[in-house]
């Protein structure tokens, strides 16, 4: 085996493709962190969104411009995404949905970015964004939740990033959990371990001002910067899904969004 390696490793061909990969302006993943200039320069814009319009009702469509939502119909008397300012603002009938509300748009990359700027208003108790990708047709996990920042407001605040592919929504996970639970009366140590290797906690000062975004996936790497400020990255396999085919916001309180930008780089 390890003969191989070297073997390989002196092969001209792979020299030369480890040269390109290492010199790739995509791939190089020991470069810095990617900016949102980067993307402005190197990635497609694949889908805008500046709110500037009335929502026309309470429905799953009524935000318009191709919005959707998983959760509007479950009480179609509350208007849960209102359109006010030029801002989305999302006020999630958690109650009486009996779920966070939750908004998604065509996305549709495997490595790219979403750009937007957020603030938690302070208007109410559990505010909370949560901005990510999923893919319906993927049949592993519940709902296709591939991934997400979880961005907790209060004090002191903080932000999650975290792999539901391969973590707490994944079906064969969730199954093998709760047959242990119903065996055993506990999660055992090990699926505790592996679900907490599928996440990272980052330390993050809430308040109730505009912040600038980006959430980044390249490879199996998703990355956080907030007001041009990188804040941490989580490797994990999950995030290398190949489509990214929505973004997803979800709330269980109040947020307010705008500017939304979704950039692929392939
Ligand atoms: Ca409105
Ligand atoms: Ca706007």
Redesign the pocket.
Known sequence: MTQNRIKFRRHPALLLLSTALLTSPILDATAAPKDAAWYREKATLIFEDTFDR??TGTGAKDIGNNWNSATANRVPHIKQA???EGILKIASATKEAGHGAHIHHDAGFQDGAVTLRFKLPGLNPGERFQVGFVDRECKTVHAGHLGYAFIVGGKPGSITLKDSKSGAMNLELTKRKEEAVKATGKVPEEIQALLKSKETVLPWKADNEWHDLLLAVEGDVMQISVDGTPLGELKSEGFAHPVKRWLSFGALSTVWVDDVKVWKVQ
Request: proline share 0%; hydrophobic share 20%; glycine share 0%.
């Open positions: 009335e929502e209102d359109l006010d």
